[in-house]
């Protein structure tokens, strides 16, 4: 019964590679994200999108690609993968609507090495 | 560009010991939040207090909130050596398109 699911948890790829990261959600969520979180610890917003529009895109390098091809679902393609893109990447989603705010649901994360 | 700052990077305590952890930002927000993740895990949230909110409870936590001051705090009583994790404030910052900025977390260790 999770709630944003990200696949695959764990992925070893090589430099140069082209590897896509998917993304789930089953809480009727109408925005969903991509978070990238380096070896520091920082966390980062790399894309945003609400009802399958991309409304935010964090001057992410263009190998990344986001594609959403429905409110429950938001997956990133990486091109050509550097060493660079060692990270977790975690997907998140949340209900827009209130003008005060609500809560942002994370997944599991997926730790992509480049090697 | 990294909203929050967050104080002390780095906090070791003794079980049974209240933690305090502070994050301080630069614009004007909606609502702040504070997330805990656990060593190779997601982030789990743990509490939102909205901009005309100073202070809130919940369980063994307790946020507070200065907007004039943009800081808040993270209070966690009595703690347990599960709550060895690092902690993270976000900010839903106004005028932005729907997205948390997050602080540079706080890394909290509770030994027996």
């Known amino acids: ?115 | 560009s990294q909203q929050g700052e967050e104080d002390p990077q780095a906090l070791s305590i003794q079980e049974g010991e209240n933690a305090t952890m502070n994050c301080s930002y630069k614009t004007s927000i909606n609502n702040l939040q504070w997330y805990r993740q656990n060593s190779g895990r997601g982030l789990v949230h743990l509490i939102l207090i909205r901009s005309n909110e100073r202070e809130k409870h919940s369980g063994r936590l307790r946020v507070t909130l200065d907007t004039s001051k943009k800081s808040s705090s993270l209070l966690i009583t009595a703690s347990r050596a599960a709550d060895t994790a690092s902690y993270f404030c976000a900010t839903d910052d106004t005028g932005t398109a729907s997205k948390l900025t997050f602080g540079t977390g706080t890394r909290l260790q509770v030994t027996l």
């Not at chain 1, 009727?28 to 999108?49: A, E, P």
């Not at chain 1, 964090?58 to 060692?86: C, M, Q, W, Y």
Request: glycine share 6%; charged share 20%.
């Open chain 1, 1 to 115: 019964d999770t709630a944003v699911s990200q696949t695959p948890k764990y992925l070893v790829t090589q430099m140069g590679n082209d590897k896509s990261i998917k993304c789930e959600q089953n809480l009727g969520h109408d925005t969903m994200y991509w978070y990238k979180q380096d070896s520091k610890k920082f966390l980062k917003i790399m894309f945003s999108y609400n009802n399958k529009e991309l409304i935010i895109n964090e001057t992410v390098p263009n190998r990344f690609s986001p594609k959403s091809p429905d409110k429950a679902h938001l997956n990133l393609h990486i091109n050509s993968l550097e060493l660079g893109d060692s990270a977790v990447y975690f997907c998140a989603s949340r209900r827009q609507g209130s003008p005060s705010g609500n809560t942002i649901y994370f997944g599991e994360g997926s730790w992509l090495t480049v090697v």
